[in-house]
């Protein structure tokens, strides 16, 4: 049996290979050199560690967590940029370092909620470094109206939404929740943070309620637009929001499903709890 008869064609794994690849390309960052860091030592470039989260939910498949949220707002001008946490110098075990975090929602959020699958080594995820934070639209999207209304680098703008009450795909149920596909805080370094935006009347609804996911959703939405980084927590692939076919199978047709190993996840609930970070480099 060759290795391109080894999965069955309808799960969508014969792109295992070059959905890894692509992965790691998009990153910028070797996925590989990343897993050899030990989380027990603190490099020159500090963080890491147990690191309390919030993440879409993860459903099914081998994926250990969901995928962390990204908190964003709308400026005055209804473009979409992502919040970034509060910086301060900290010294651990004789190590000074910065640190970006802040209470958010319930939640104490950090930007080491972003450094595992190499990303750890973007330049995006230095708590000091400076960006306007603005999501940006990528080239080549998965979704028509995307490539049709926006060029790669645009601004993502809350009207870019239009429809989102009853956008549908073809794709699982219309309605659900109107996509974009972006990038945060990776222009001019290395590693690219690949993030997803979803608008959705789920969001609006859920920010409503009087409970711990819905006092984080309050906090880390806008609008009913909510963002999350889009590295799946298994192998490092970047999933799709209701961009397969295959996802019907694993009843993700109206969610997140990751092709190279049947990890599913749900945008619209989150999740809290703790992973290990991995340290920052120096």
Avoid at 51 to 69: C, D, E, K, V
Avoid at 168 to 183: F, I, M, Q, R, Y
Avoid at 264 to 270: I, R, S
């Amino acid at each position: 049996m060759t290795m391109s008869d080894k999965y069955p064609s309808e799960s969508g794994r014969r792109r295992f290979v070059k959905g890894v690849v692509g992965s790691a390309a998009l990153s910028g960052v070797g996925v590989g050199g990343a897993a050899t860091i030990d989380i027990a030592t603190q490099p020159g470039g500090g963080g890491g560690g147990p690191t309390q989260f919030a993440a879409i939910q993860q459903l099914g498949g081998p994926a250990p967590r969901g995928m962390p949220y990204i908190p964003l707002e709308l400026d005055e001008e209804g473009f979409l940029r992502g919040i970034w946490p509060e910086v301060e110098t900290v010294t651990q075990e004789g190590v000074t370092y910065d640190v970006a975090e802040m209470e958010l929602g319930g939640q104490t959020y950090s930007s080491a909620w972003y450094q595992y699958c190499g990303r750890q080594n973007a330049g995006g995820v230095e708590p000091s470094a400076e960006f306007d934070n603005y999501f940006r639209a990528i080239g080549s999207p998965s979704y028509d109206w995307q490539a049709d209304e926006l060029d790669e680098g645009d601004r993502i703008h809350i009207d870019d939404f239009e429809g989102y009450e009853d956008w549908g795909n073809g794709l699982g149920d219309d309605g659900v929740g109107k996509p974009a596909e972006a990038t945060w805080r990776s222009e001019g370094v290395e590693g690219q943070l690949p993030v997803t935006l979803i608008r959705s009347t789920r969001v609006e609804e859920l920010a409503q309620e009087d409970s711990p996911a819905g006092n984080w959703i309050e906090a880390a939405s806008a609008n009913g637009v909510i963002a999350y980084l889009n590295v799946c927590t298994h192998f490092c692939c970047v999933p799709g929001y209701k961009d397969s076919e295959s996802a019907a199978q694993y009843d993700a047709e109206n969610g997140v499903y990751c092709q190279c190993h049947q990890s599913t996840y749900d945008p619209f609930t989150p999740e809290f709890g703790t992973f290990i970070a991995l340290p920052r480099p120096d």
